[in-house]
């Protein structure tokens, strides 16, 4: 069965981070596209046979296998705006509750973070998906890839009897905040500013409030866009309203979404905050961080009362 990704949140939002050499990389679902690129990652990729037989030694055999991986998996790119398809993650469903997880970053592109950052993207989409575990398979060799495996939250199912060991995820024990509603850890009391107001005004209340975002709204209190503190560092735009300089593309969640929703956007979009929406747009509070850790210590007083 091939799954959909246009309901998740890398398809809308894909993951931007900058590597350890400082490049910046994009992850996304593979798109038609997309695909040329992918192959040729694995056709240039050297020595070949080098982890567990693969890439597949012949040029013939390896444009069959990144054809199979495409056809039966969900998958995953790193871009790199000057290379192109510098790594990959796929997830291969074995039913519907598990799905075995494939990762690989090509040779020149090792050991700057991108393998953990596609580890975590699959991670996320697999529980998107409504996987409730993930497995895979590495080589006893690869201290790395086992290292960011354990670290992303994997754990031994075997240990070295051969020359792999298997690591499984389970994603309902990894999920500290399954279930649980915006609704439930949302901030009501929510300071906002008026489309129409001067941004001399928001600049007070970005200094008065100690705040890095201000919701703007229209008159009839539905969400219309953000202001933040940058959009204010350019001396010419203090002296105009409000409307004229936010930014109208706002990441929202509803009141009913799940606080799961709102911890894969705090990753995937590097935010501290997200406006909540009830009917028709109207804001009615924000949830941070903040929102989340105070959650989790008040579960944790109540556990060791």
């Not at 799954?3 to 900058?18: E, M, N, Q």
């Not at 495409?70 to 039913?95: C, K, Q, R, W, Y």
């Not at 004229?244 to 799961?260: A, F, I, M, P, R």
């Not at 894969?264 to 009830?278: A, D, Q, T, W, Y």
């Amino acid at each position: 069965m091939k799954h959909d990704v246009s309901g998740t949140t890398l398809y809308h939002f894909p993951h931007a981070f900058i590597h350890k050499a400082l490049e910046p990389i994009l992850i996304k679902p593979l798109g038609p596209k997309r695909h040329q690129a992918l192959l040729e990652m694995y056709l240039a990729y050297r020595p070949r046979n080098s982890f567990s037989g693969l890439p597949p030694i012949t040029d013939e055999a390896c444009v069959r296998w990144v054809a199979g991986m495409i056809e039966t998996g969900v998958n995953l790119v790193a871009l790199s705006f000057g290379a192109g398809v510098v790594g990959h993650a796929a997830l291969f469903p074995m039913d519907t509750e598990a799905c075995e997880m494939f990762l690989v970053v090509s040779p020149g592109n090792q050991g700057l973070g991108i393998g953990t950052e596609l580890t975590r993207c699959a991670i996320q989409l697999a529980d998107e998906l409504g996987f409730e575990r993930v497995w895979l398979s590495v080589e006893v060799t690869n201290n790395i890839a086992r290292h960011v495996y354990k670290k992303c939250g994997f754990d031994y199912l075997s240990h070295g009897v051969t020359d792999e060991v298997d690591m499984g995820l389970d994603l309902q024990a990894h999920h500290q905040a399954g279930g649980l509603k915006v609704r439930e850890i949302m901030t009501r009391d929510v300071i906002s500013i008026h489309q129409d107001a001067s941004c001399r005004t928001a600049l007070d209340a970005f200094l008065a409030d100690g705040i890095a975002a201000l919701p703007v709204v229209n008159s009839d209190g539905e969400l219309v866009g953000i202001l933040s503190e940058t959009d204010l560092i350019d001396e010419s735009n203090v002296l105009k309203n409000v409307g004229d300089v936010l930014t109208k593309t706002v990441v929202s969640v509803e009141e009913g979404s799940d606080v799961s929703k709102v911890i894969r956007l705090f990753h995937s979009r590097k935010l501290r905050c997200i406006p909540v929406v009830g009917p028709h747009k109207r804001l009615v509070g924000v949830v941070g961080r903040k929102d989340i850790l105070a959650y989790y210590a008040a579960r944790m007083t109540v556990a060791t009362t």
